[in-house]
């Protein structure tokens, strides 16, 4: 998968919005995701998306935040809305060959993480 590298993170106050980047230096994979994780927690997967399309969300985030892929550039984002204070985290890009969905242990590759911080 190549490197991976997110952007796009920052502080926002409860409410807004906020679109994360995650550009892989090579092809990206046909299964890529989104984690986040906040001091003394385990790492959760938040939002994934397959080669063809299908996207799975953790309950929490449903309906607020949306996966996306441009296979051309090679990038894959995560467009949050309705921001809450407890989406706030170090939110992290990742790819796997050869399962999707929301277990970390499916993903071999790793971006460095963006911060995202919500103000209540």
């Known amino acids: 998968q190549g490197q991976l590298v997110e952007s796009g993170g920052g502080s926002v106050a409860a409410g807004g919005s906020l679109r994360l980047s995650c550009t892989a230096s090579r092809s990206s994979s046909r299964y890529m995701a989104w984690f986040r994780q906040t001091p003394g927690k385990e790492r959760e997967g938040v939002a994934a998306?397959?080669?063809?399309?299908?996207?799975r969300y953790a309950d929490s985030v449903r309906g607020r935040f949306t996966i996306s892929k441009d296979n051309a550039k090679n990038t894959l984002y995560l467009q949050m809305n309705s921001l809450k204070p407890e989406d706030a985290g170090t939110y992290y890009c990742a790819a796997g060959r050869y399962v999707g969905g929301l277990t970390i242990e499916w993903y071999n590759a790793w971006g460095q993480g963006t911060q995202v911080t919500v103000s209540s």
């Open positions: 998306i397959e080669g063809d399309g299908t996207t």
